[in-house]
């Protein structure tokens, strides 16, 4: 398996994210994929190049909807909390949700969604236990402002920030099967699968988990 962190640039495009790139390395080839919340359409463009997948995407701005249609994307507009539910049972091999976990407002109910919908689901998230975000907590008493948490308190698009031992406790919850797990640094280097989850919790600032249902 490549190492991201070693991954060369594409001169002529944007890099891809680094959660992209983990989550693209998770997905077989030819997969039906849904990516909910896919903005600008960036995994699911990436999927379609390196794995040719059949992807969907669903994403609440109207914009990023337009934007994504018009580079010949299969967007509709939807919002996680309210429009999973009218998804069948296992229609995808895939059901994706990048970055997007911590800003819905019934996080463990599109979790159970995200594992009816698809035959896996793939979550990445931003690590609210990083060590930076601890030290700023501890020393200046405020809500922290970072690289993966820019916005001030009042106008994060946050509802439920978590912690990577918070995400595992409700993958426990809600029966998850946890086959995967990556924490990574700024870098986009990836933590020693063989640390604790405790000190992946400490030092990695994001993580992507692929899940499997639990069995009916």
């Known amino acids: 398996m490549t190492d991201i962190s070693h991954t060369p640039p594409d001169a002529s495009a944007k890099s891809p994210r680094v959660d992209h790139l983990l989550i693209a390395e998770m997905v077989e080839p030819g997969s ?68 997007t976990i911590q800003a819905t407002r019934h996080p463990k109910t599109v979790l159970e969604n995200l594992l009816r919908i698809g035959r896996r689901a793939i979550v990445s998230f931003p690590n609210f236990g990083h060590w930076e975000v601890r030290s700023r907590l501890l020393f200046t008493g405020r809500m922290p402002e970072t690289r993966n948490l820019p916005d001030s308190w009042y106008l994060s698009p946050n509802a439920h920030l978590c912690t990577i031992r918070d995400f595992a406790n409700l ?16 870098a986009g280097r990836r933590l020693p699968i063989k640390w604790s989850i405790s000190t992946q919790n400490l030092l990695g600032e994001k993580a992507v988990f692929l899940l499997k249902g639990p069995a009916p």
Do not use: M, W
């Open 32 to 99: 039906r994929v849904l990516d909910v919340g896919c903005g600008d359409g960036e995994l699911l463009q990436l999927l379609a190049t390196t794995k040719g997948v059949d992807g969907r995407g669903v994403e609440i701005d109207r914009d990023k909807v337009n934007a994504c249609v018009a580079h010949g994307l299969s967007v509709i507009q939807g919002d996680a909390d309210h429009d999973l539910a009218n998804y069948p049972d296992q229609a995808f091999d895939y059901a994706i949700l990048s970055l």
């Open 171 to 186: 993958c426990a919850t809600v029966g998850a099967v946890v086959e995967q797990a990556v924490a990574f640094n700024a």
